[in-house]
């Protein structure tokens, strides 16, 4: 596919959007973009850091669209009043979708690894892509997330890597539908749970994704994936577990510490075996390092290879990530925002002692209403008597999305049932009550984790308590 277009990014600056655009610049496409939150005036570093790449950046009132030769790129949730796309009309230029444009790419690779599932993507996506890229292959990796190892101060914001491989590894969304778009030789299905649609949908969408592909590495341990992956022609899959089911990649005898984890991962196919000492914690990491292990394997690394590289994956931004200590409490940053990976963070956290405040800001009000009784009944499970639980309400762009189901009442429901939890109205990104009761709230010996997701400013959040915590 050739790149020598000119391409405008409107919502430049989002998680799906800003490594497409250093994919697209990359390969010699002309990018430019616009986002509201630039004409808001935050995230300051986030853009300064584009145009140091050579991006410019316009406002997002249709000033950046001036010639019919330009494309406009914009995600299916951008809305046709907004004033990039009126302009775009009236220039009738042409409009691709984020993940048009990704799958277009995506599928001319020669090997293309598309990671799929309900949690865990960008983990593993970084993972195959800091393995294929320590072994040489020199991949090109489209993430939604900071990918740790690649930051450097030419590229602070890495969840991009642009290579000259034959390997494109990227997540792929089921939120939206537009994981049907992809065409991959190897497709990672690490679990199919409850987030933005139906089961039934997600199964549709999973079952079709898996067989579109010429190999499926599957995570047995989730019951929708297993009953996917017994579909499946034995020859293209590579089953993966770490409770002993039948699978042809096992983990065993994982070891969980606080900001670690050890297990031993064998190959039933060969015997072979390879110890394996991650940097990054919890068990749902000892599985999303199978499921990378897998893939790469898919791909031809062999099992010893693929263990040894892993070992130097340092994790993604906002993926339990620690942001620092103060007066005896320690702040991490977490992207959880569905029962399963608040679950998964909650249980890590759990095996070092300490009292937990648990800031969680849904991501908006429409995955609540689809969600709030597993986030209740996850945070009922995983809360210990003395850990508190604040929720500020949900974030809100405006439009006509149903707001009957907010935070209040998935409060109410966790008190009724005995754990403490607290509603603090106020929508984000104003977190002023929120600062304040944090910082009241915190003792030594506690640990602040911030939870949500579609928010950057979420990070952010998290410094800002713990320089509260310092003057405390």
């Given at each position: 596919?050739k790149?020598?277009k000119?391409y405008f990014?409107?919502g430049i600056?989002?998680?799906g959007?800003?490594?497409?655009?250093?994919?697209?610049?990359?390969?010699?496409?002309?990018v430019?973009g616009s986002?509201?939150?630039?004409?808001?005036g935050k995230?300051?570093a986030?853009?300064e850091?584009l145009?140091?790449r050579g991006?410019p950046l316009?406002?997002?009132?249709g000033?950046?669209l001036?010639?019919?030769?330009?494309?406009?790129?914009?995600?299916?949730?951008?809305?046709?009043s907004?004033?990039?796309?009126v302009?775009?009309?009236?220039?009738g230029?042409?409009?691709?979708?984020?993940a048009e444009?990704?799958a277009q790419?995506?599928n001319?690779?020669?090997?293309?690894?598309?990671?799929g599932?309900?949690?865990?993507?960008?983990?593993v996506?970084?993972?195959?892509?800091w393995?294929?890229?320590?072994?040489g292959?020199?991949?090109?990796v489209?993430?939604?997330?900071?990918?740790?190892?690649?930051?450097?101060?030419?590229?602070?914001?890495?969840?991009a890597l642009?290579?000259?491989?034959?390997?494109?590894?990227s997540e792929?969304?089921?939120?939206?539908?537009?994981i049907?778009?992809?065409?991959?030789?190897?497709?990672v299905l690490?679990n199919?749970?409850?987030?933005?649609?139906?089961?039934?949908e997600l199964?549709?969408?999973f079952?079709?994704?898996?067989a579109?592909?010429?190999k499926?590495?599957?995570?047995?341990?989730?019951?929708?994936t297993?009953?996917?992956a017994?579909?499946?022609?034995?020859?293209?899959?590579i089953?993966?577990?770490l409770?002993?089911?039948?699978?042809?990649?096992v983990?065993?005898?994982?070891?969980?510490?606080?900001f670690?984890?050890?297990?031993?991962?064998?190959d039933?196919?060969?015997?072979?075996?390879a110890?394996?000492?991650?940097?990054?914690?919890?068990?749902?990491?000892?599985?999303?390092?199978?499921?990378?292990?897998?893939?790469?394997?898919?791909?031809?690394?062999?099992?010893a290879?693929?263990a040894?590289a892993?070992?130097?994956?340092?994790g993604l931004r906002?993926?339990?990530e620690?942001?620092?200590?103060?007066?005896g409490?320690?702040v991490?940053d977490?992207f959880?925002?569905?029962?399963?990976?608040?679950a998964?963070?909650?249980h890590?956290?759990?095996?070092?002692p300490?009292?937990?405040?648990?800031?969680?800001?849904?991501?908006?009000?429409?995955?609540?209403?689809?969600?709030g009784?597993?986030?209740?009944?996850?945070f009922?499970?995983?809360?210990r008597p003395d850990?508190?639980?604040?929720?500020p309400?949900?974030?809100?762009?405006?439009?006509?999305?149903?707001r009957?189901?907010?935070?209040?009442?998935?409060?109410?429901?966790?008190r009724a049932?005995?754990?403490?939890?607290?509603?603090?109205?106020?929508?984000p990104?104003?977190?002023?009550q929120?600062?304040?009761?944090?910082?009241?709230?915190?003792?030594p010996?506690?640990?602040?984790?911030i939870m949500?997701?579609r928010?950057?400013t979420?990070s952010?959040?998290?410094?800002?308590l713990?320089?509260?915590?310092?003057k405390?």
């Amino acid at each position: 596919m050739k790149l020598d277009k000119r391409y405008f990014f409107c919502g430049i600056g989002g998680s799906g959007m800003l490594p497409l655009a250093l994919i697209v610049q990359g390969r010699g496409g002309n990018v430019a973009g616009s986002d509201r939150t630039l004409d808001q005036g935050k995230l300051g570093a986030k853009f300064e850091a584009l145009r140091a790449r050579g991006i410019p950046l316009f406002p997002q009132d249709g000033s950046g669209l001036t010639d019919t030769d330009q494309i406009l790129v914009a995600s299916a949730a951008v809305e046709d009043s907004v004033p990039d796309v009126v302009k775009a009309r009236e220039l009738g230029l042409e409009r691709l979708g984020r993940a048009e444009l990704l799958a277009q790419l995506f599928n001319e690779a020669e090997t293309g690894i598309a990671v799929g599932g309900t949690s865990g993507k960008s983990t593993v996506t970084g993972m195959i892509g800091w393995i294929l890229h320590a072994v040489g292959r020199d991949p090109t990796v489209m993430n939604g997330a900071i990918m740790k190892n690649f930051v450097s101060p030419d590229q602070p914001f890495a969840s991009a890597l642009v290579g000259g491989g034959p390997d494109f590894v990227s997540e792929v969304d089921e939120s939206d539908g537009t994981i049907a778009l992809y065409r991959p030789k190897v497709a990672v299905l690490n679990n199919v749970t409850l987030d933005h649609k139906s089961l039934e949908e997600l199964r549709h969408l999973f079952g079709d994704f898996a067989a579109r592909a010429e190999k499926v590495v599957a995570n047995l341990d989730d019951d929708e994936t297993r009953l996917l992956a017994a579909v499946l022609p034995a020859d293209k899959l590579i089953a993966y577990s770490l409770n002993g089911n039948e699978a042809d990649l096992v983990g065993s005898d994982p070891r969980e510490e606080a900001f670690a984890l050890t297990l031993t991962v064998t190959d039933r196919r060969t015997g072979e075996t390879a110890p394996l000492r991650l940097q990054v914690p919890g068990r749902h990491n000892a599985a999303n390092a199978l499921a990378a292990i897998g893939a790469v394997m898919a791909a031809g690394v062999p099992l010893a290879d693929a263990a040894r590289a892993l070992e130097g994956f340092t994790g993604l931004r906002r993926r339990f990530e620690k942001v620092g200590e103060a007066n005896g409490v320690t702040v991490i940053d977490d992207f959880g925002h569905n029962p399963d990976k608040i679950a998964a963070t909650l249980h890590t956290l759990h095996i070092s002692p300490g009292r937990l405040l648990v800031f969680f800001q849904p991501h908006g009000f429409g995955p609540l209403a689809k969600m709030g009784r597993e986030l209740i009944d996850t945070f009922v499970d995983k809360l210990r008597p003395d850990d508190v639980l604040i929720m500020p309400d949900p974030v809100y762009h405006g439009g006509t999305t149903d707001r009957s189901v907010g935070s209040g009442q998935i409060v109410e429901g966790i008190r009724a049932r005995g754990r403490n939890a607290e509603h603090i109205a106020e929508p984000p990104p104003e977190r002023t009550q929120s600062t304040a009761r944090l910082l009241e709230l915190a003792r030594p010996g506690d640990r602040i984790v911030i939870m949500g997701a579609r928010d950057d400013t979420l990070s952010q959040f998290a410094q800002d308590l713990v320089d509260g915590l310092a003057k405390k």
